[in-house]
């Protein structure tokens, strides 16, 4: 796989002078803008206020733990989720290179196979102790961020320094390499899949676990599947639905479930949720210890989604980018076993239907 490499000096003055012009543009989108991957400029910081590290990034997770209290942020284009906790109960399947961090606070589920860089990063920030900013951040092998985790005013920083110099890379130059992701396959035609037992399948489901495994084994998009099941098991809503769905939970104190994923990543806050504001594009909770920040306008999609299981029908709101691609999904507070809330439920009912017809 080609990788892509660019004058690191000259970007690294870039990145200086783009700071100094845009103190208020955030990393991401500024990588965006001076056409290099996130990754990339972070690394520019290397042996300055950044430390690329060295890998292992199981045993890295597994020792997070010692660090107490840290946020937690994973993203993707449209979604930003926050989490403060600790990393307790962190678990690794290797022979799927999957793990887990199952703790009420810090809940995640890991891809590992799109874990390939790492870096702590330790920027000027008002807001930190001593003022500075510390982080560890992970990436894929195409330099887009896959999670984070931030130093907070009640993290352990002798465990912070001690966990930075065990995974200290050797390498500290300012080059940082990065190679294309395998895009996705092309989605299969719709009169080439079998709709028909893809519905009955999708019928007979027991968790909502399997539902991803059932995509797989039908060749079909989740976009797709949202719109073959329209009218038996999905219902298109406006694209406004988020902030509805949030202010009726918050006003009915109904605790809720929010999903958001980056390719390595997916992050669960569980809980209420009370603290709502409009900031256009964005949407917002701002809660202690949890932080939701969603780009109402890169919403394409909105439908409300359920599935069968062995504890009765299980639903939720599903929102879509213009790509098919998941930004967020939400839920009812529930565990394995326990039938979905009442209250939840009625709140989704309570969607008016998208007046334009979903995309074919």
């Not at 219902?235 to 769905?245: C, K, Q, Y």
């Not at 256009?280 to 210890?289: A, R, S």
Request: charged content about 25%.
């Amino acid at each position: 796989m080609a990788t892509q490499t660019i004058d690191a000096t000259d970007l690294k003055q870039r990145w200086i002078s783009f700071q100094e012009t845009h103190p208020n543009v955030r990393i991401r989108t500024a990588a965006e803008r001076l056409g290099v991957s996130e990754a990339e400029l972070v690394a520019t910081g290397c042996g300055d206020h950044v430390t690329r590290l060295d890998g292992g990034w199981s045993a890295l997770l597994s020792e997070l733990e010692a660090l107490g209290p840290v946020m937690a942020l994973t993203r993707n284009d449209a979604a930003v989720h926050e989490k403060t906790g600790v990393y307790r109960n962190v678990k690794f399947m290797e022979s799927h290179n999957m793990g887990l961090v199952l703790d009420d606070d810090i809940d995640l589920r890991l891809f590992m196979d799109r874990w390939h860089l790492g870096f702590a990063v330790e920027t000027p920030w008002a807001g930190g102790r001593d003022g500075v900013r510390r982080s560890l951040q992970f990436f894929d092998r195409d330099g887009t961020a896959v999670h984070k985790v931030f130093i907070t005013r009640k993290s352990d920083l002798d465990a912070y320094a001690d966990l930075v110099d065990t995974y200290r890379h050797e390498d500290q130059s300012i080059e940082q390499a990065v190679a294309p992701v395998e895009p996705p396959p092309d989605e299969t035609p719709d009169d080439a899949i079998d709709v028909a037992g893809f519905l009955d399948a999708w019928g007979q489901l027991k968790d909502t676990h399997d539902f991803f495994p059932l995509l797989r084994d039908y060749d079909v998009s989740r976009a797709q599947a949202l719109r073959f099941g329209e009218g038996r098991f999905t219902r298109r809503v406006p694209a406004d639905s988020l902030r509805h769905t949030l202010q009726a939970a918050a006003e009915q104190e109904t605790p809720i479930m929010v999903f958001v994923g980056s390719p390595g990543c997916l992050q669960i806050h569980t809980g209420p949720v009370k603290t709502l504001k409009a900031t256009p594009p964005w949407y917002n909770v701002l809660d202690p210890g949890f932080q939701l920040h969603l780009n109402e306008a890169m919403i394409d999609q909105a439908w409300v989604v359920e599935k069968p299981t062995t504890d009765g029908t299980v639903t939720a709101l599903e929102l879509l980018d213009d790509t098919g691609g998941i930004i967020a999904r939400l839920f009812g507070k529930r565990k394995p076993g326990q039938p979905e809330r009442d209250d939840w439920r009625a709140i989704l009912h309570g969607l008016p239907a998208e007046t334009q017809p979903a995309l074919s």
